[in-house]
Structures are given as C-alpha cells and as structure tokens.
C-alpha cells in the first residue's frame, strides 16, 4: 500500500521501467498475500501475526535486492506491527482493520502538506528523472491525496459494516488493484508530460 514514491516507490533511475516498477509493486504486495493465505487457512489473529513477520520479512528481502529502505516502508512496517500486536494482545480484530485506514489516511496528510508548502515529496524522489512542471506535480499529488483518502474512508465502512471475509478480500484484493492500477496510470501521465528529448532517452 505504497505511492507512486510512497507506495510504490517508483523506481525510476536512468530508465523508466514499468516492467520494474509492476515486481517492486508486488513485491510491497507480498505480505498480504501471506495475511491473506493464512487467514484462509487458520483466522485473522494468526494472519496478523503472519503480517507481522512477513513484513519484516519484505524488508530484509527489499534491502538485499535494493541496499536501501524506503521511510513509508519503515512507517508501515512499525504500523503493522504496533496494530497487528494490539490485534493478538487484546483478541480484537477492530485494531488491524484501523490500521489500513491509519496508514492510509498518514499517506494522504504527508503528500498534502507538502504540497501546500510547495515541497513537494513526489517531485523531491522523483524529480531527477521526470523532469515535469510543478503544475503536474501538484495534479498528481492531490489525486493521490484524493486516492488515498477515499481508501481509508471505504475501509471504514467495508470493515465495520461488513463481514470479516468481505473486509480480508477487500484489503487483499480491492485495494492492492487500485493501488495497482493507479500507480500505472501515474507513471503513464507523467511519462506522456516529460520533455520530448527525455522520453526518447526513456524508450
């Protein structure tokens, strides 16, 4: 559940390779696919201590394969972890399922105060290599303030206004293709607005 930068990172160095940005997407994915197995097979409590570890586990093979962490996967990880064990401590599903709205709902207060001051987090990772105008930035900027708001917002209602199962698929599924699909969209937007000579660089 990561940005363009913050959920998805977007790898961008010399080339922009979406083929390289969709296996670092699921490589974020990863623990849920986890949380989502083990739910299937035992029940959330057990699947929210497998969040725990196989987030743990995501940054230790993230690291390995790129020799750095990303400060929102550090923030997600201390997340899980301090709800997922409020979740096992106190028997109480309600813990794990804020936390999805909480994290979400930091994504979208961090992208939209820098934007009001003008520090913009997408452009300050990602502006070396796309190199847009600021108005583009801003564009999407607050559509992933939008995105995410609306996520954490959907979230409440899908988790306490629905059953357990309807909520696991949700978070599973629902939210990782929006994430998903939103993020391609992004890079296609940005990619259709960088300089001529810069996209022939980028083929």
């Not at 080339?15 to 994915?29: E, G, P």
């Not at 794990?96 to 930091?106: G, N, R």
């Not at 070396?128 to 409440?156: H, P």
């Not at 992004?186 to 980028?202: A, N, W």
Request: hydrophobic content about 55%; glycine content about 2%.
């Amino acid at each position: 559940m990561m940005l363009l930068p913050l959920c998805c990172t977007c790898y961008t160095q010399a080339h922009v390779s979406l083929t390289r940005l969709i296996m670092k997407q699921l490589l974020d994915f990863l623990p849920l696919v986890i949380f989502f197995a083990v739910y299937k097979f035992f029940d959330i409590y057990i699947a929210s201590g497998a969040l725990i570890a196989a987030t743990a586990l995501q940054l230790i093979v993230t690291y390995a394969l790129y020799k750095k962490l990303e400060k929102m996967h550090l923030i997600t990880f201390a997340m899980v972890t301090v709800f997922g064990t409020l979740t096992l401590v106190f028997h109480d599903d309600s813990f794990i399922k804020w936390k999805v709205t909480i994290i979400y709902s930091l994504f979208a207060i961090a992208l939209g105060v820098s934007q009001l001051l003008n520090k913009s987090i997408l452009k300050s990772m990602l502006g070396k290599e796309m190199q847009v105008e600021d108005k583009i930035w801003a564009r999407v900027t607050w559509y992933w303030v939008i995105f995410f708001a609306s996520c954490g917002l959907v979230n409440i209602y899908v988790a306490f206004s629905l059953p357990l199962e309807t909520w696991v698929n949700f978070k599973v599924f629902g939210l990782t293709a929006l994430t998903l699909i939103n993020t391609v969209l992004t890079v296609f937007y940005l990619y259709k607005h960088l300089p001529e000579d810069q996209r022939k660089e980028l083929k």
